[in-house]
């Protein structure tokens, strides 16, 4: 059993960042940067309206008001994609629209309420002043032409791809999506949706992993239930090795008569890393390579896998596809957590922000096969090994459920 920082520095020695490819904007959704997005034009592009209404010279609305409107005359349309050529002069106006090209000479709008509205009229009466540069927006404001718009590493959300739209980019370079196999060994398994005879129960770790690995942006080439028994798994394996980048299993790590999967691996060559980490859940966690192919063995018990994916196997397929490092949250305890004396200790949990802080406690049940615990977590808690429980308004390090979000208040 070795220290799971140990264990963690033996991963990271074994982990590449994967090739980078070419994707659609309309695909990027989800996947990881390979470059730097850089802006190829200022934005705004060019001077524009931010309203419907008249530009104007503002020395012309000088005085004006309802009582008092001042008559310009209408010279011109601007529209949004349809820029005027006419060049105002004094006590002349252009009737500009929303997104529409600021004419030559106009250095303001008039929103066409403060106005007599639009019509083909030949003049046009302001109600208010204007001072110049109101509703404008102007050309530069937000992004300079060759500003570093999104870093290379960060992850493809709605406000990335509406970025990279605003800026024209139809194509993305991205770092490809890693192969994965996931599969569950166990004669007892089931799948969800048949009955159950005495002493089975439903196969549910590889739901959770085929679904952390879509939320992850993994794409799953091979899933499977396998029986215990060593001919099945072998077919599997081999194949698996031969076809992706990580193999994930959950299940016959443990000491169990019929927990075969290391010694497959084993035989088929695979580089032992470690077996066994000081942690719990998940002591049993087998780590190997063989073939460039990173393999995973996380136990059996639903808690222990699904904690041995958010903490082994989400950080290295992140880093195998190039996201950033994202740096370590720590949160106040709000209630004591159970800490080992030599083993990191992991727990669903829940946190908050009270007082402007981060304030966590753990889940109530705390059995490795109680994985309803998950059910209301919003993130893992782990704790170093340390003598005693660690207490209330000691620091703790929390591990947010990405696709959770953070609660405000307090969790009763
Ligand atoms: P093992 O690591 O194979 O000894 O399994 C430990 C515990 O986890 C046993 O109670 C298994 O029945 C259970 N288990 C193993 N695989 C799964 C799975 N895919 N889904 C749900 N429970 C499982
Ligand atoms: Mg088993």
Not at 319 to 326: A, N
Request: glycine share 8%; net charge negative; with cysteine.
């Amino acid at each position: 059993m070795i220290p799971f920082k140990e264990a963690k520095a033996i991963v990271q020695k074994q982990l590449s960042q994967l090739d980078s490819e070419l994707v659609q904007l309309k695909k990027a959704s989800g996947r990881i940067l390979a470059e730097n997005v850089v802006a190829s034009f200022p934005s705004p592009r060019f001077d524009n309206s931010a309203m419907d209404g008249f530009a104007v010279r503002a020395n012309d609305t000088i005085g004006a008001t309802k009582e008092n409107p001042i008559s310009l005359k209408m010279v011109s349309v601007s529209a949004a994609g349809m820029p005027s050529d006419v060049e105002i002069s004094p006590g002349e106006c252009i009737q500009c629209m929303t997104g529409a090209a600021i004419p030559k000479g106009a250095d303001t709008i008039i929103m066409v309420e403060d106005s007599s509205g639009f019509s083909d009229d030949d003049t046009v009466q302001i109600m208010v002043e204007s001072h110049r540069g109101k509703h404008i927006r102007r050309m530069g404001e937000e992004m300079n032409e060759d500003d570093i718009l999104i870093k290379k590493g960060t992850r493809m959300t709605p406000s990335e791809i509406g970025t990279c739209a605003t800026f024209g980019l139809g194509e993305l370079t991205v770092f490809k999506r890693p192969k994965i196999a996931i599969f569950g060994t166990g004669n007892e398994l089931v799948e969800p949706g048949f009955e159950l005879k005495d002493g089975q129960i439903y196969n549910s770790n590889l739901f959770v992993f085929a679904d952390l690995a879509a939320k992850v942006g993994a794409e799953v080439i091979m899933r499977n239930v396998i029986k215990d028994d060593k001919e099945s798994l072998r077919a599997f394996l081999s194949e698996a090795l031969e076809t992706c980048d990580v193999i994930i299993s959950s299940g016959g790590v443990s000491m169990g008569r019929f927990d075969y999967v290391r010694d497959v691996f084993m035989e088929l060559g695979v580089t032992e890393h470690f077996w066994k980490v000081a942690q719990k859940p998940g002591k049993p966690l087998f780590f190997g390579t063989g073939n460039d192919t990173l393999i995973f063995g996380l136990p059996g018990n639903p808690v222990s896998s699904y904690i041995g994916f958010m903490e082994w196997v989400w950080p290295a397929l992140e880093s195998m596809m190039g996201k950033s490092e994202s740096k370590p949250i720590t949160g106040i305890l709000a209630e004591p957590f159970p800490r080992e004396k030599v083993k990191t200790r992991f727990l669903f949990g829940n946190a908050w922000i009270e007082n402007n802080q981060l304030v966590c406690k753990p889940a109530s049940k705390i059995g490795s096969h109680m994985l309803t615990s998950s059910l209301e977590a919003n993130c893992i808690l782990a704790s170093e090994p340390g003598e005693s429980v660690l207490q209330v308004g000691e620091k703790i390090r929390v591990n947010l459920l990405p696709w959770k979000g953070l609660k405000s208040g307090k969790v009763l």
